[in-house]
């Protein structure tokens, strides 16, 4: 499985499917089509231009009721669904969270803690704040963990992300955006 930052709150996982969860990008050349995009919370994070350019006559959108009513066909997210046999349970209702196959759990603003155990916590560190953001860590307990949404204009600094992995019991994967983790 790899996962690309593209910067800000917005990834790209690749596992035979193309999913891409709060696409955002200014003109990074040519990105692959989608299969599936998540949005996380219309309002903060539907960039329409965006989408449109990954999206195919194939693609899945998936969100709350605001991205459904930006997009005809667009499933609204509530629990746990199978999209093109990627299993993806959704937390919260407005601000989503999505945990996908069971393995990657995408905070967003959700602030949920799953039950289950999640391999990879992908993380807004930036808006979080670094206090909020190691009680979140250490609740969930992931076995690593992906910090997006800093640097730049984001809150925190580099520097800073490097004081917050020094200080939970969980290892940090540290890429800078439009580098990916395997």
């Keep these: ?7 800000g709150s917005s990834i790209l996982i690749e596992d035979g499917k193309r999913i891409y969860i709060d696409p955002y990008f200014d003109d ?19 960039f ?8 195919t006559d194939e693609t899945i959108i998936c969100g709350n009721r605001d991205t459904c ?3 005809d066909g667009a499933i609204l ?12 349970t959704t937390t919260g209702t407005q601000e989503l969270g999505f ?8 905070l967003g603003d959700a602030e949920f803690i799953p039950k289950e155990k ?23 307990k992931p076995e690593a963990v ?22 939970i019991k969980t290892k940090v994967l540290i890429i800078k955006p439009g580098e990916f983790i395997e």
């Design 99 to 106: 945990v996908i196959d069971k393995e990657i759990y995408y």
């Design 77 to 88: 997210m509530s629990g746990q669904q199978e999209i093109k046999g990627v299993k993806i």
């Design 146 to 167: 992906l910090p997006i949404h800093w640097g730049g204009r984001m809150a925190l600094s580099e520097d800073e992300i490097q004081l917050f992995s020094e200080r």
């Design 118 to 140: 999640v391999t990879l916590l992908i993380m807004p560190i930036g808006l979080n704040g670094m206090n909020k953001s190691i009680e979140i860590v250490n609740k969930i």
């Design 28 to 46: 990074k050349g040519s990105l692959p089509y989608a299969d599936i995009i998540l949005v996380s919370d219309w309002s903060e994070h539907g």
């Design 48 to 55: 329409r231009e965006c989408i449109e350019k990954l999206r």
């Design 69 to 71: 009513a930006e997009f």
């Design 1 to 7: 499985m790899k996962v690309t930052w593209l910067g």
